[in-house]
Each structure stands twice: as C-alpha cells, then as structure tokens.
C-alpha cells in the first residue's frame, strides 16, 4: 500500500532548471524522513539531499546552494527545485522514505526495484 512516484524529469541545457515531484500514498510525512537518490557511477547509491520530519533538511556539498528540497504535507507531495544544472547532474532522481536502519549497499535501480517506500525514478538529462 506505500507508493512513491516522481515526475517531473526530462532535458535542459547546462544552466537550466527542473522541478521534480514525488507524489505518495500509504503513509505520511509525519511518520517518515524523505529523501532524493541518485547514482554514482560505479559506486554508491548517494542520498544527496533530504527533509526530517521536523522540517530540517540537508543536502550534499555538490548540490547544495543549487537543489532546494520541500514538502507540500497536503497533496501530499515532496519537491525538488534544481537550479544551475550541470552536464555532471544527469542521472535517474529517486525519492524514497528513509528507514530507521542503513540500507544495505546496492544499485538505486535495484534498491527502487525491492524496497517498497521507493519510486521507480525519473530521468533528467543536462547537456552543454
């Protein structure tokens, strides 16, 4: 009964901007700190930016000052604003829930594929 979506993605030149949404059911914001994913070439799965359920949020030094992480609690949706993209932020963006536990070290594609509180990712392509 937990879904995530995110929409969203798509093609912008170096310097542009996206919004992405992550729209959820089976649960709410108050229950659960969120996160956006995104994957490093041939290493980790990286949380790059994320928002507690009291409101903090925090985010990578390579995306900080550029992504803006929200939460819209009566949609209810999470966003992520990104500005001043970079032909380096190409990659598919995953939103998820963050459980209590560490995740065990995987692929994003295969951490989407088996963990429920996970979307199926959307694709955003920056070009020079």
């Known amino acids: 009964q937990v879904q995530l979506a995110e929409s969203g993605g798509g093609s912008v030149r170096s310097g542009g901007s996206l919004r992405l949404s992550c729209t959820v059911s089976?649960?709410?914001?108050?229950?659960?700190?969120m996160a956006w994913y995104r994957q490093i070439p041939g290493s980790e799965c990286e949380m790059f930016s994320s928002?507690?359920?009291?409101?903090?949020?925090y985010d990578l030094d390579d995306v900080k000052g550029r992504f803006t992480v929200s939460q819209d609690d009566a949609q209810p949706k999470m966003y992520l604003h990104m500005n001043t993209l970079k032909p380096e932020d190409t990659d598919v963006y995953y939103c998820a829930a963050i459980p209590p536990q560490p995740l065990f070290a995987a692929a994003c594609a295969k951490l989407s594929n088996d963990l429920d509180a996970w979307g199926p990712g959307t694709l955003v392509t920056v070009s020079a």
């Open positions: 089976g649960f709410t914001f108050a229950d659960s700190d």
């Open positions: 928002i507690r359920t009291d409101g903090t949020t």
